[in-house]
């Protein structure tokens, strides 16, 4: 059984660019989200998606990214037009169908931008 | 808005000795509450979770959890140290009846364990 997959693991963008990072949940799982890690913090919750809707937003910055999730393929994280600050490692996690919040959530390796 | 608070942001062991890393939640309803560990450069493994029912749960490797309302806590132990235990452990929560909403995390403790 494959676990959430991420990729890249690691992604190196100069400023100005653009990133993208791409998240494949569990087999069976219609959640899926995202989650930044600085160091010497915990993870903040950036995005929640279901295929083809943004159920909560409310922790991803207003301006340069965006998430999706499509009907087919896997969930993007897009950065645009990257700066210094983007530098951090980037988790995504999904979870089944509602059966309840005593689900956990299942958690990919991460992609570890840098930015030069 | 639910809160974690882990106490100590660094905590250092003998190989052996006892694990105590401690996790306090702010909420008026006790939460759902879980514990996971991350290991250099990869993602977070759940240990364990508390839902409803026995206070004291049992996770993998080793790890237990007790559930105190009264102090608002879940601290996890380990009676025995091992130096695979050397990484960073998050407490996570969320609301009751709340769905598949985010996770809300402490900022996590890096355990190191000493020859």
């Known amino acids: 059984n494959a676990g959430v997959m991420q990729n890249p693991r690691h992604l190196v963008r100069r400023r100005g660019q653009e990133a993208r990072l791409r998240c494949s949940p569990m087999?069976?799982?219609?959640?899926v989200y995202w989650y930044r890690q600085l160091p010497e913090e915990g993870l903040k919750f950036m995005v929640y998606?279901?295929?083809?809707?943004?159920?909560?937003e409310s922790g991803m910055p207003k301006e340069r990214f965006s998430a999706e999730f499509p009907k087919e393929g896997p969930s993007i994280l897009r950065i645009q037009q990257v700066v210094r600050g983007d530098s951090a490692a980037y988790f995504c996690?999904?979870?089944?169908?509602?059966?309840?919040?005593?689900?956990?959530?299942?958690f990919g390796d991460g992609t570890r931008l840098s930015i030069l | 808005a639910q809160s974690v608070t882990q106490l100590g942001s660094h905590v250092s062991v003998s190989e052996g000795a006892l694990v105590l890393l401690r996790c306090n939640y702010s909420?008026?309803?006790?939460?759902?509450l879980f514990w996971y560990v991350q290991y250099p450069n990869q993602g977070l493994q759940l240990l364990l979770k508390?839902?409803?029912?026995?206070?004291l749960v049992k996770g993998i490797n080793g790890f237990e959890a007790e559930f105190k309302k009264s102090e608002t806590s879940f601290h996890l132990t380990k009676p025995s140290a091992h130096m695979s235990d050397a990484a960073e452990y998050f407490c996570?929560?969320?609301?009751?009846?709340?769905?598949?909403?985010?996770?809300?995390f402490g900022k996590g403790t890096r355990l190191s364990v000493i020859a």
């Open positions: 998606l279901q295929k083809e809707n943004i159920i909560d």
């Open positions: 996570a929560v969320r609301p009751l009846y709340s769905g598949n909403t985010p996770l809300v």
């Open positions: 909420s008026s309803v006790p939460p759902y």
């Open positions: 087999k069976g799982h219609s959640h």
């Open positions: 996690a999904s979870s089944p169908i509602d059966r309840g919040s005593h689900q956990p959530q299942h």
């Open positions: 508390y839902t409803t029912g026995a206070t």
